[in-house]
């Protein structure tokens, strides 16, 4: 049974931190391409960060580069990101995302969710 699963969320003053965790499991972890989105009420649901399958390339939005880091650990089945500077904008749901692509075969998975709250 495939999972992703979030945690590390939470109540954060403007200008705090958090580190955020997904645990994977169920499927080979380290052949996916892994991501974070974010959803915000009443608007889309927007890519934050990315991470390459083996750690070789990272890319941020423009809103959170410079505060924002993404991380993996493929011998922990987890990819982690790491946010400052929080901002009440960043006040979001935050969501886990797996990515398999190759020639004829896309797979992907998503999380539950983990929320991210600034507010003082």
């Known amino acids: 049974q495939v999972q992703l699963v979030e945690s590390g969320g939470g109540l954060v003053q403007p200008g705090g931190s958090l580190r955020l965790s997904c645990a994977a499991s169920?499927?080979?972890?380290?052949?996916?391409?892994m991501r974070w989105y974010r959803q915000a009420p009443g608007r889309e649901r927007e890519l934050v960060a990315g991470?390459?399958?083996?750690?070789?390339?990272?890319n941020y939005a423009d809103s959170v580069a410079g505060r924002f880091t993404i991380s993996r650990d493929n011998a922990k089945n987890t990819v982690y990101l790491q946010i400052s500077s929080l901002k009440p904008e960043d006040t979001a749901g935050y969501y886990c995302?797996?990515?398999?692509?190759?020639?004829?075969?896309?797979?992907?998975?998503w999380g539950q969710g983990t929320q991210v709250t600034v507010s003082s």
């Open positions: 991470i390459s399958s083996i750690a070789g390339s990272r």
């Open positions: 995302y797996a990515l398999l692509l190759r020639i004829g075969l896309r797979d992907e998975y």
């Open positions: 169920g499927f080979t972890f380290s052949n996916y391409a």
